[in-house]
């Protein structure tokens, strides 16, 4: 059987909350979505709460993802060990709460979910993600296997999609909320695409008020980041995987303002 994987990039504040439970749901049903990824490390604008956590639960994601802000909003540390749908980076040190892969049913399919972070230009102390995924890819079992690499560099992420190709069902990046154009499969059959974009404000850098961020790159002072008003979008990709082989038959960005 052909099963839709949607993942959705970066939530970002208060403003991409809101478009996500306003749009969520109607593009599954539109794109006959099975099982949904959301990514939402910056709900907060630097980390996420439990009950952020919750809305983007409640708005249609089966799996929640996060990355190097992680743990911006410390009261979400006790809730990762609580709440099986939400994954930390698994490439993170096992001093940290919470769990970095999981398996769910999806009506007697397994699918894996593995959240990992990159080590180029992210300043983290994080382990080898590649390593990392070699040792998560021969635990449990599972049918379909997706993966969100938390990344800066597009290179660390075009690399990640060599190694695992034919290895998982589908990779993608998360983390520059900038989406890019080069979705694909990979030789091996693997779904790739470098990075997902963001849901959040249209009219923003990054989802962060644009005189804010020219002001400082300006040398100045632009005080704490503000999530601004207005239209807003949600970025991400359906990947169409097939259950018999465990691989991708095609890849489709989305954008949904």
Request: proline share 5%.
């Amino acid at each position: 059987m052909l099963y839709h994987i949607l993942a959705v990039g970066d939530v970002v504040g208060e403003p991409g909350l809101d478009h996500l439970e306003r749009t969520l749901r109607p593009l599954k049903k539109l794109k006959n979505i099975d099982f949904t990824v959301v990514n939402g490390e910056n709900a907060a604008s630097v980390g996420l709460t439990p009950r952020q956590a919750e809305r983007i639960y409640d708005a249609g994601a089966d799996v929640i993802t996060l990355g190097n802000h992680t743990f911006g909003k410390l009261q979400i540390a006790d809730f990762l060990d609580e709440a099986p749908y939400i994954l930390r980076p698994a490439n993170y040190t096992g001093r940290a709460p919470g769990r970095g892969c999981g398996v769910y049913d999806l009506n007697g399919v397994r699918i894996r979910v593995i959240n990992l972070i990159g080590r180029c230009d992210l300043s983290w102390g994080a382990d080898n993600p590649f390593t990392v995924a070699d040792r998560l890819l021969g635990g449990e079992p599972a049918d379909l296997t997706l993966v969100d690499f938390h990344a800066q560099a597009t290179s660390e992420k075009l690399a990640m999609g060599y190694f695992l190709d034919g290895r998982v069902s589908a990779l993608w990046g998360t983390h520059t909320h900038v989406p890019t154009a080069d979705e694909r499969v990979y030789p091996k059959g693997t779904g790739y695409i470098t990075d997902l974009g963001m849901t959040g404000a249209v009219e923003s850098v990054l989802g962060v008020r644009p005189d804010q961020s020219v002001e400082s790159f300006l040398g100045g002072l632009p005080g704490r980041f503000q999530n601004p008003e207005g239209p807003c979008k949600l970025q991400g990709a359906v990947f169409t995987l097939d259950s018999k082989t465990g691989l991708c038959t095609g890849v489709e960005r989305v954008d949904v303002r």
